[in-house]
């Protein structure tokens, strides 16, 4: 079960240093320099297996930073795979950040707009 996390880490890591090679523009160029810092604090809690937990501080402060519409523009079916779009919006909420009703993160759509979580 271990080497499964790790294998899907890499490969995980591995389909977004492509994407960010592949996509160099100005915005995303911007939006995706935080991306290494965000899987490396906060792949636990947004890995497809298992249940949402609450992020750590390491976690939130990085996440605190994210331009969370840019990195969901960034989300390709691949890294869905592997990254739960639906633990992404939890941890972010969970850091004190607002995700918008219907904002698309790769093919996940948010579903209501709660706002923050206190």
């Known amino acids: 079960m271990a080497f499964h996390r ?3 880490l890499c490969f995980a890591v591995f389909l ?3 994407i960010l090679a592949l996509c160099k523009s100005g915005v995303q160029a911007q939006c995706e320099s935080t991306i290494p810092s965000l899987i ?5 809690y ?3 297996p298992g249940p949402k937990t609450a992020p750590s501080a390491a976690c939130c402060s990085v996440v605190k930073t994210l331009d969370i519409p840019c990195f ?6 691949e890294i869905e795979k592997v990254i739960s779009m639906e633990k992404v919006v939890f941890v972010a909420k969970s850091c004190g950040r607002t ?3 219907g904002t698309k993160c790769g093919s996940y759509t948010v579903p209501n707009a709660l706002g923050r979580i206190a």
């Open 6 to 8: 790790v294998g899907s």
């Open 16 to 18: 977004i240093a492509g």
């Open 40 to 44: 490396a604090q906060c792949r636990q």
């Open 46 to 48: 947004v890995l497809k």
């Open 72 to 77: 969901c523009k960034l989300v390709t079916k």
């Open 99 to 101: 995700v918008a009703k």
